[in-house]
């Protein structure tokens, strides 16, 4: 069993920058991909960025290519999404997930354990 554990978040204005973080932890060697969703309320969970096991290939949804990075430290066991420029739009809960097997980054229904969500607000 792998568990994930979300920190960060908060809210900040436009313009400003936030860190999320996600730190696994259990049968973790079985990790692959990680990724980061988020959920504005009345919308569908969708996709914002995705790290290889090895953390050399990342993906971004065109929302937010440029702005966000994401990364993972194996040493600390914890993956991150650093957020910068945001907008009111960027607003939503986000997730963190893992794969335990290869798969599109990209797809919700790739990801097999998920972190419990921190809550994003954004204000113009």
């Known amino acids: 069993q792998v568990q994930l554990v979300q920190s960060g978040g908060g809210s900040v204005q436009a313009g400003g920058s936030l860190r999320l973080s996600c730190a696994w932890s259990g049968r973790t060697f079985t990790l692959d991909h990680m990724g980061w969703f988020r959920q504005a309320p009345g919308a569908e969970r969708e996709f914002a960025a995705g790290i290889c096991r090895s953390g050399c290939l990342m993906s971004y949804a065109d929302s937010v290519q440029g702005r966000f990075t994401i990364s993972r430290d194996k040493a600390k066991n914890t993956a991150y999404l650093q957020m910068t420029n945001l907008k009111p739009e960027d607003t939503a809960v986000y997730y963190c997930?893992?794969?335990?097997?290869?798969?599109?980054?990209?797809?919700?229904?790739?990801?097999?354990?998920w972190g419990q969500g921190t809550q994003v607000t954004v204000s113009s």
């Open positions: 997930a893992a794969q335990s097997t290869p798969g599109p980054r990209s797809l919700r229904a790739s990801y097999d354990y």
